[in-house]
């Protein structure tokens, strides 16, 4: 008799939580999403990323349309190489907010290592439509075309980049220096 109560007091309960709205949805909740979003970012950049992950996810539940919550998911996903997931958030928060400019940037980026070069050139440029100086896409083009070895434009872009404030990764500046690329000081 005790198990058979024990069992139904638990059924009752799994179908209570399912049957009701999500208590983080709410319109009283909203508010909370930026501040969730920030605390993710701090997670993020101490190098927990299944905290900032929950962070975002949470963000997202507080507010089914934050975008910011939706690109840090993504972001997550794509300094874990998760570029599919990635992809599909950046896609998400495209959905919500179409003038952040990294968004078109990193999903740019994502597309190239995916090897979708079509839809990849058509992210960067609208980064570089909104934000000429958008250095992650002026180095994300430095990526492209290296990979198609067209040095010149390669060392054009990378030298963008690099006045723009971006770190160029030892490899990738390695392969550049390798076929007579030459990459200019920041100043």
């Known amino acids: 008799m005790r198990i058979l109560l024990v069992i139904n007091v638990f059924v009752f309960l799994a179908t209570a ?3 009701e709205e999500d208590p983080l949805a709410s ?3 909203k508010q909370f999403a930026p501040a969730t979003v920030e605390l993710g970012w701090k997670y ?3 190098g927990d ?5 929950r962070r975002f996810e949470m963000a997202i539940r507080e507010d089914k349309d934050f ?4 690109y840090g998911i993504a972001y997550v996903y794509s300094v874990q190489g998760k570029l599919d997931d990635a992809i599909k958030f950046y896609r998400e928060t495209l959905k919500r907010d179409t003038f952040y400019v990294y ?3 990193n999903l740019g980026f994502a597309l190239l290592q995916k090897e979708q070069f079509d839809e990849a050139l058509q992210m960067l440029n609208k980064a570089l439509e909104i934000d000429p100086k958008c250095g992650e896409a002026h180095l994300s083009y430095a990526n492209y075309y290296a990979y198609r070895q067209d ?6 872009s990378v030298n963008k980049a690099v006045k723009l404030g971006q770190t160029i990764h ?3 500046r390695k392969l550049l220096e390798q076929h007579g690329v030459k990459i200019a000081d920041r100043n």
């Not at 990323?49 to 992950?53: D, E, F, S």
């Not at 975008?67 to 939706?70: F, L, R």
Request: hydrophobic share 35%; net charge negative; aromatic share 16%.
């Open 17 to 19: 939580a399912h049957s």
């Open 27 to 29: 319109a009283e909740m």
């Open 44 to 46: 993020l950049h101490q």
């Open 49 to 53: 990323y299944g905290t900032a992950l």
């Open 67 to 70: 975008a910011s919550g939706y």
């Open 103 to 105: 968004t078109y940037a």
């Open 151 to 156: 040095w010149r434009n390669a060392e054009q």
């Open 170 to 172: 030892p490899e990738f």
